[in-house]
């Protein structure tokens, strides 16, 4: 992975939810590499599985209840003075018809993506704005400019966090905080590849035409996007150089959504 030097995110206090794989990985690196104080946060079983630099406070958290996301956000602050730069990284997808879907696994997805952000975003918004600095940046999807049948709840929680985004960034741009969202396409994720077999059975193909066929049909450059460019534009959005980017939503999609 290449190596970005901003100078002005040594020091700050860096939450990134989602941290065990992929894109949660390549932005933990890259931080790490810029100096920044990490505080990684997932559910317990995948936090125990990722590879984390060793001064990086590891907080498990449950993302999918109102409740644990309050006692999350209290057991970041208890370990560090302030957030300097939220990462909502944090995803989860199901693939199925809308009137299959089941009722709680589509309030779970919402909960997860959505919710979650605008809790984390509502705690940790005062200390930023009492150090009159701070950065959102919240990992959306292609999804949340688009559409795609069979990812209802998905696509809904993408459009929302981008509306959230927008709205984040009109209400404390004079604070010196900035707010803004990444919308990859298909990034070479565990996530992603695990869509492939469900992909599969709901076209009735066999799942190497998923990739070629579904994932990357509209796009102009034929490759999974990998974790690190996704890393690489949030850590520019995260420095001083991005001071006057806010509101905005990045698409790194290898040209799916130009058609």
Known sequence: MEKIKY?????????????????????????????????????????????YPGDAKLIAGDLSNLGSVVNLAKDILNEVDNVDILINNAGLQIVTPVDEFPDKDWLRLIQVMLVAPFQLT????????????????????????????????????????????????????ENGITANAICP???????????????????????????SKVMLQNASIKELIDPSEIASLALFLSSRSARSITGSAYSIDAGWTAR
């Open 185 to 211: 396409g298909y990034v070479d994720t565990p996530l992603a590849r695990g869509q492939i077999k469900s992909q599969s059975v709901l076209h009735g193909i066999e799942e190497d035409e998923v990739i």
């Open 7 to 51: 100078a002005s995110i040594e020091g700050k206090n860096v939450v990134i939810t989602g941290a065990s794989g992929g894109i949660g990985e390549a932005l933990t690196t890259m931080y790490a590499d810029n100096g920044a104080n990490l505080v990684l946060t997932d559910i317990s079983s995948q936090l125990q599985k990722g590879h």
């Open 122 to 173: 509502k705690y940790f918004l005062p200390g930023m704005k009492k150090n009159q600095w701070g950065r959102i940046i919240n990992i959306s999807s292609i999804h949340g400019l688009v559409a795609s049948p069979f990812k209802s709840a998905y696509v809904a929680a993408k459009h929302g966090l981008v509306g959230f985004t927008k709205t984040v960034a009109t209400e404390v741009g």
